[in-house]
């Protein structure tokens, strides 16, 4: 079972993303995230969070969600916004199999916005 | 300095236009750890060239709970006296993250200029056309020639240009918790931004301890007063403001939190379109995003309903003005209609009455049991660079905690005596 989003719940406080960083290089980063705050549209107080997997990009947008194949998603700009280093070029998540308590960034979220049924 | 740091000073000399980079010694983090401990001790080290010295907290942009926050240190035009302004948001980490821990901003520049601190390089740039723009035109200036929409900006708008002392140093497009007047010290150095870009990575000495010791913060934190809860309306409610909630509902968006940190005190008043509809706005300036409380309730103090008070904090921002120092000014000369409110923001000044000590009250004396631990919790959130807000909202951040975390995250032997003479050094 992959990492579900409430956008609705989101605060863009990043704790997802920054944990996701800690997963993927033992150390405090955040271009190695799979999950990803897009926050560029914050004068309109837009935003949302976009995910990884293996074979799609989750795109937690406010008015609901979007999944692409990642196909699909190769033919626009990657399901989100500008950021250091696009989505397509990150590593899918992997729900932090090394980890006996699972995925960190549902460990760190402050709302309970990431979340596994 | 090793870890949980870029391990890099830059010393900007505006009068030179030259740039020195200095490592961080770590003999310096373990007496002063960070933050408003190095700041001040920069500041004191460069005073002769009048300097304002940004930096991150020690813990700033690490799992630790409210790890929000760069702090700017530097002599205020409205107190004379040296200050330490909060920048939360995603300020805190940008910075961490930039490449550097801290920078020197010293001298005065021949003619108008930015700054472009990222990947560890610090530039200094001509300001162009920058120089004079409102906030807003200016921060999607630079992100357009800087190619990046995620630089964060510190900036000074036209307010500051002309020498209100009012002219806050701004984040974004949006108010800083800047009581001091330090946008219009920035623009006296002929500075109109610091753009800043954080891609850095920061080692941890004990990684797994360290992360074990911040969900246990977390679900600490989660467990409190203020766990599950969230917005303006509740602290408003908290800082006794009557029927604030309500007062706010019918322009009230969304909230969102500072990097990290559990509460979300940022809100969105919705100004034009549905506050309620979560579409894409199609205005591109719907609205405006408040995260000064004490500027709210101030504004609705003088009998201003939520649409005025957000049409005031918007053009506030544009400016570049501290809207509660806008507030208390407005109430002193007895300017309470909101169209007389936004005609003195053109030539608006100080000074503005009791304000004083080296911590912004942007962060409100009413979150704590009185002035004496308020300030305290100040100079420990200014230390490790954590949400000043939240601090005041979650004893379970204790002293103990946030000192073994700074010490499992460094290697270095900081302490409960360590962080007593920094605080002592710094809040007096």
């Known amino acids: 079972m992959g990492i579900k989003i409430d956008p609705l719940k989101c605060i863009a406080c990043m704790a997802c993303e920054l944990a996701c960083g800690y997963h993927r290089d033992d150390a ?30 989750v795109i937690a947008r406010p008015e609901g969600l979007e999944v692409k194949k990642i196909g699909a998603a190769e033919e626009d700009s990657g399901g989100g916004d500008a950021s250091a280093k696009p989505m397509l070029l990150r590593e899918a998540c992997d729900l932090c199999e090394d980890r006996d308590d699972g995925p960190l960034c549902i460990q760190v979220c402050p709302v309970e916005a990431v979340y596994q049924d | 300095m090793e870890y949980l740091s870029s391990d890099k000073i830059a010393v900007i000399d505006l009068a030179a236009g030259e740039v020195e980079e200095l490592e961080l010694d770590e003999e310096l983090v373990a007496q002063r750890i960070g933050g408003a401990g190095i700041t001040s001790h920069l500041y004191a080290q460069y005073q002769d060239e009048d300097p304002i010295v940004l930096g991150a907290g020690l813990l700033t942009g690490t799992l630790v709970p409210a790890s929000s926050l760069a702090v700017a240190t530097g002599k205020s035009p409205l107190t004379g006296t040296l200050v330490h302004a909060p920048l939360t948001q995603y300020a805190g980490q940008e910075l961490k993250y930039s490449g550097f821990d801290y920078i020197v901003i010293k001298g005065t520049a021949p003619e108008p200029v930015f ?8 530039d200094i740039e001509p300001a162009g056309e920058l120089w004079g723009a409102e906030v807003w035109q200016a921060v999607s200036q630079v992100r357009a020639q800087m190619g990046d929409e995620l630089i964060q900006v510190l900036g000074a708008g036209p307010a500051a240009e002309r020498g209100s002392d009012l002219g806050q140093l701004m984040i974004n497009e949006w108010a800083s918790g800047d009581r001091f007047g330090l946008g219009r010290a920035l623009a006296a150095k002929k500075v109109k931004l610091i753009a800043v870009r954080g891609m850095g990575l920061l080692e941890i000495a004990e990684e797994e301890d360290f992360l074990a010791g911040c969900l246990e913060l977390l679900k600490a934190v989660k467990a409190g007063a203020w766990g599950g809860r969230q917005g303006l309306g509740e602290l408003g ?7 604030f909630a309500a007062w706010l509902e019918p322009k009230l968006h969304r909230h969102h939190a500072a990097f990290n940190t559990p509460f979300a005190y940022l809100g969105f008043l919705m100004l034009e379109g549905d506050p309620k509809a979560m579409n894409e706005p199609q205005a591109d300036e719907p609205g405006v995003l408040v995260g000064d409380p004490g500027a709210l309730g101030a504004l609705k103090a003088l009998g201003l309903n939520v649409e005025e008070a957000g049409d005031i904090l918007k053009a506030c921002a544009k400016a570049g003005l501290d809207a509660a120092g806008v507030a208390k000014v407005c109430q002193g000369r007895g300017i309470t209609a909101a169209a007389d409110i936004l005609a003195a923001l053109e030539d608006i000044s100080g000074p503005v009455e009791g304000l004083s000590g080296p911590f912004s009250t942007w962060a409100p004396l009413g979150l704590a049991p009185d002035e004496a631990s308020w300030r305290r919790r100040m100079a420990v959130a200014h230390v490790f660079g954590l949400d000043p807000i939240f601090m005041l909202m979650a004893p379970e951040l204790s002293e103990d905690k946030l000192v073994e975390l700074a010490a499992l995250g460094t290697e270095l032997e900081i302490t409960t005596d360590t962080l007593e003479a920094v605080v002592e050094a710094i809040a007096g």
């Open chain 1, 28 to 57: 405090f980063a955040l271009l190695s995230s799979c999950v990803v705050v897009y926050r560029t549209r914050e004068r309109k107080d837009y935003f949302g969070v976009v995910l990884k997997e293996e074979d799609s990009l």
């Open chain 2, 115 to 122: 700054l472009w601190i990222h990947d560890g390089i610090a």
């Open chain 2, 237 to 243: 409610a908290a800082l006794g403001y009557d029927d």
